[in-house]
């Protein structure tokens, strides 16, 4: 039976038509090393781990492992179906995100 995260996303996917590509939770964990890619903040213990589409299913993003990254469940809430460009929180700098002051 999959992870019900899995089923949950794969479910998202079909009702947007994006594209699907298997995807391993754990290999996207270890590539991002339990960092949150918005807050730079480890996550894990009282930070819910939470794995975000960067470019939302609900925006055309495909489900794949190089769309999703790691991210806290704060952010993740906080971003919603934005595309990290459009939040005004976060700011690009030098190519990494950064939340604003």
Not at 15 to 31: C, F, L, S
Not at 53 to 77: M, Q, W, Y
């Amino acid at each position: 039976m999959r992870h019900t995260w899995e089923s949950a996303n794969l479910q998202r996917a079909r009702h947007y038509g994006v594209r699907i590509e298997p995807v391993n939770r754990t290999n996207v964990i270890r590539r991002d090393g339990c960092v949150c890619y918005m807050c730079k903040r480890r996550v894990g213990g009282k930070r819910q781990l939470v794995l975000d589409h960067v470019i939302p299913l609900a925006r055309g993003g495909p489900h794949c492992e190089s769309n999703l990254k790691v991210a806290c469940g704060l952010c993740n809430a906080r971003k919603g179906n934005k595309l990290p460009c459009e939040c005004a929180w976060l700011r690009v700098g030098n190519g990494e995100l950064v939340i604003r002051k």
